[in-house]
């Protein structure tokens, strides 16, 4: 506290990051990252990029990256806002699409960054509660009589739960709200969902959000994008050029531009991903735990008969770190990322011996 922060500051509760401990051979499943490197030609632009060429500004409009990422995805270069992590799109797409007048919606339990972007920016919101087994009920998001969103937000798969919203759904949802934007969070699609990319075409209110970070395993880099028609991804353009210009440095450039170029290590990363957490949940199943459906690079777990904030404890005593939420309706679970083999077999060794112990 002090008395020269602004009023703004005194009334903010920050996102807390989940850690980044600086201990060797630690197993650290709890922020999502990818187990596998990125595409080693991202490295080598990188490499390449890194010479006499950083004294000059980066390409404020990042012309390249968004003409790969339109190529990839079908769309028009004018429908793609990237910036400096998803994050950030995430707090631009916050401030110029979903503030208004009416508050917005999101489900209560869901990525915690939402309602601390609401704090930052004045928005009012409505936390919509996850039916019991954590599915996102689509028709809570139907306008009911005068009764009706001023926007909506979720993501998908949701976070951090890994459940996943059909397609179907999800454009229910936003061909029945048309006054009002819906940003779809597909931080996690890649591992087995399908993106509501091909919907944007069709709906002016649609806001569809990625990041490299946990596909593209470049968290280090700090890329993320939105896609969406023109006129949303020029409200986010009007923020950014109000506030950083060059949210994306040169190298940062470069290596985003050769991961979409590099479609096959994409692909292969993700599917071994995907198989790892197919046995994964097995492993866990085996071992007593409940596992919700995931379709994330992440699962979330609980044990009928082991409280969750003792397991991550005694999982970190083995240095294994996972995510634990000391929040109403989850706190029995954990979130645990999808980390190779060898690293899921140390996981569960441990918890073995956790719950025989
Ligand atoms: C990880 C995550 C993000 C943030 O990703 P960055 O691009 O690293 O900022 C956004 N939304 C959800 C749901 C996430 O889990």
């Keep these: 506290m002090s008395r020269f922060w602004s009023a703004v500051v005194h009334g903010l509760t920050p996102y807390v990051p989940g850690e980044q401990p600086k201990l060797a051979d630690l197993v650290k499943l709890n922020t999502n990252e990818h187990p596998y490197g990125p595409s080693p030609r991202a490295l080598e632009a990188i490499r390449a990029a890194t010479d006499d060429s950083l004294r000059l500004y980066p390409d404020p409009n990042a012309d390249a990256l968004k003409a790969a990422l339109a190529q990839r995805y079908g769309v028009q270069a004018n429908q ?64 009911r009589g005068a009764e009706r969103a001023g926007a909506i937000v979720f993501a998908n798969p949701n976070a951090p739960t890994g459940r996943l919203l059909a397609l179907a759904d999800v454009e229910r949802i936003v061909a029945a709200n048309p006054d009002a934007v819906v940003l779809v969070d597909e931080a996690y699609i890649d591992f087995g969902g399908q993106s509501a990319v091909p919907l944007v075409q069709r709906y002016p209110n649609l806001l569809v959000v990625h990041t490299f970070s946990k596909s593209r395993a470049l968290a280090g880099l700090r890329v993320g994008y939105a896609i969406g028609q023109a006129p949303l991804i020029e409200g986010l353009e009007r923020v950014k050029n109000s506030f950083n210009s060059y949210p994306l440095d040169r190298l940062a450039l470069a290596g985003a531009l050769a991961s979409v170029q590099d479609e096959a290590h994409f692909q292969e990363s993700c599917r071994k991903v995907i198989a790892t957490r197919t046995a994964l949940v097995e492993r866990l199943g085996a071992l007593g735990f409940e596992v919700l459906p995931s379709a994330a690079n992440f699962i979330f777990a609980r044990h009928p008969e082991h409280d969750a904030a003792q397991l991550a404890a005694a999982l970190r005593e083995r240095a294994i770190i996972v995510r634990h939420f000391k929040q109403p309706r989850i706190a029995q679970f954990l979130r645990i990322t999808i980390g190779t083999n060898a690293q899921c077999e140390r996981l569960v060794g441990a918890l073995g011996e956790i719950l025989a112990g």
């Design 80 to 143: 793609v806002f990237v910036g400096n992590g998803s994050d950030e799109v995430l707090a631009h797409a916050f401030m110029a699409l979903l503030h208004h007048e009416r508050p917005l919606w999101f489900p209560d339990i869901t990525y915690s960054f939402y309602p601390v972007y609401c704090q930052l920016y004045g928005i009012a919101h409505r936390a919509v509660p996850l039916a019991d087994d954590f599915a996102l009920r689509a028709e809570d998001y139907l306008p």
